[in-house]
């Protein structure tokens, strides 16, 4: 019988050979994903987390680190995700560190020269503006808070981005369209002037009352045609 750590003559693998992980190098071998870090990346690591560290309060660089650890992976000699070595390291919870890396983003994205978002909600509210509109809103809501004499807040930033929405048209609906949207309703009756004028107020319950005649009235017509005669007798 063949020994077991060897495999036997049928060229089965030997229990040394059997992939744990289910990586498998070139040649057959098994080869796990190495987690540790580079001297490169242990470098870049420190300095990320020693900017982290000095700058809590400076969200665009906590948002812009927290991005270069994520996307680098350079969280993996300790944690096994993004959002463990979060919690462990800075006490920080998933969506917190997903705004200020958003934010930070969002930061970058601005002009280079003058004023920048000085909070993550500043700058949030932004992120829902199109890129190529970006610069302008900010200029609009910064200017308009300097003429105020007061800081730019996130309402600011949100009522611009209002301000600049399509209005909507409330243009009153078209027979067609009505009809579409309501199959079958006879139409509204014209509405009553302001007017307190006698001779205006019957004309206006006449023309309320010839509304109400059904279509398929097969009368209609006739109720019509006596209307105009009388019209045209008494004008």
């Known amino acids: 019988m063949a020994d077991a750590g060897t495999g036997d003559a049928a060229g089965l693998p030997s229990v ?4 744990v992980d289910g990586t498998e190098a070139e040649g057959g071998e098994v080869k796990e994903e190495s987690t540790a870090l580079t001297v490169a990346e242990k470098s870049q690591l420190a300095e990320s987390e020693a ?9 665009a660089d906590v948002g812009r680190e927290l991005l270069r650890i994520r996307d680098g992976k350079l969280y993996k000699d300790g944690s096994t995700t993004f959002d463990a070595y979060c919690k462990a390291r800075w006490d920080m919870g998933k969506a917190y560190a997903n705004r200020l890396i958003e ?5 970058e994205s601005l002009a280079p020269m003058g ?6 909600r500043q700058a949030r509210a932004l992120a829902s503006v199109p890129m190529e509109e970006r610069q302008g809103v900010w200029e609009a809501v910064t200017e308009r808070a300097k003429e105020a004499g007061r800081p730019v807040t996130a309402a600011d930033v949100k009522k611009e981005i209002k301000a600049k929405e399509p209005k909507k048209q409330n243009r009153p609906k078209t027979a067609e369209e009505e009809e ?6 006879v139409p509204d009756a014209p509405k009553k002037p302001k007017s307190k004028g006698v001779g205006v107020r019957c004309a206006a319950e006449a023309m309320a009352a010839m509304q109400k005649i059904p279509p398929n009235d097969g009368l209609r017509a006739d109720a019509w ?3 105009r005669q009388w019209l045209d007798d008494n004008e």
């Not at 934010?103 to 930061?107: C, E, F, M, N, P």
């Not at 579409?180 to 309703?185: S, V």
Request: no cysteine; hydrophobic share 40%; aromatic share 6%.
């Open 180 to 185: 579409e949207m309501y199959p079958g309703k």
């Open 225 to 227: 045609k006596m209307m």
């Open 115 to 120: 004023a920048k978002p000085t909070n993550e």
């Open 103 to 107: 934010a930070s983003g969002v930061v």
């Open 51 to 59: 900017i982290i560290a000095s700058g809590l309060v400076t969200f």
């Open 16 to 19: 040394q050979n059997i992939p």
